[in-house]
């Protein structure tokens, strides 16, 4: 396998809404795309380590969080982290939600990429994200990946009905020293999944709010097993 070593330059298309960067090199003829979410404070270079060792013929688009929290720091929502847990704005949160799946759907139209050829991850706040996009419009993807995240509880009312979304499948990899996103959140992550019928794998790991070598084999395994 050809493994992407760098990143284009940024895309800023107003049809997709969101600026993004493709892992290079870009396959002429792509059979699937995952979309890499980053989290709080990060940008859209921060996961160019997944890309390692992926099928070549798989499209990697890192979108940038529509919020500048500042120098080349960017966000999906903004969140504080209090005593009582993470306490987020549900606004933005929302408008992030609908964004990306927005994002999604232009770039399966412009690549030719069919629903269950699309996969979304992200790391922390973009596994969020990625949790929200695949749960609330699941005839977009094939499966998505919670790495160092949660589910959020807003999300709820927006979370399809079983039978759209039967299809899933899911990844949850976290740290269980993670002091950020406590490994409480992987566990009601995990139940919840379980009590919506979303098959999933659930893997832990002996490190903190981060992605380890062990995290991110694992989560290339469970793709490559799509």
């Not at 059979?31 to 013929?57: F, Q, Y």
């Not at 609908?98 to 994002?103: K, P, S, T």
């Not at 232009?106 to 996969?119: E, L």
């Not at 949790?131 to 807003?154: D, Q, W, Y």
Request: aromatic share 8%.
């Amino acid at each position: 396998m050809i493994a992407a070593t760098s990143l284009s330059d940024l895309y800023s298309q107003d049809e997709f809404g969101l600026v993004y960067r493709l892992a290079q090199p870009v396959p002429q003829t792509p059979r699937k795309v995952v979309i890499l979410l980053h989290g709080v404070g990060g940008n859209e270079t921060n996961l160019l380590g997944l890309a390692a060792g992926m099928d070549p013929h798989t499209l990697l688009i890192f979108p940038r969080g529509p919020l500048q929290l500042g120098a080349q720091q960017f966000a999906w929502f903004r969140v504080t982290f209090t005593a009582a847990g993470p306490s987020i704005v549900a606004e933005e949160a929302e408008q992030s939600r609908v964004a990306l799946i927005h994002f999604v759907q232009q770039v399966q139209a412009r690549h030719g990429i069919a629903p269950m050829d699309t996969v979304i991850a992200g790391f922390s706040q973009g596994g969020i994200l990625s949790a929200s996009v695949a749960l609330s419009a699941p005839k977009l993807v094939k499966g998505f990946a919670l790495l160092s995240g949660r589910i959020l509880p807003e999300l709820k009312p927006h979370i399809a009905d079983p039978v759209k979304r039967a299809h899933l499948q899911a990844f949850i990899g976290h740290g269980e020293l993670d002091t950020k996103l406590p490994l409480s959140w992987a566990k009601r992550s995990d139940q919840w999944l379980s009590e919506l019928g979303v098959a999933h794998l659930t893997r832990l790991y002996p490190v903190g709010h981060t992605i380890s070598t062990a995290m991110r084999d694992d989560f290339l395994n469970w793709l490559e097993g799509l």
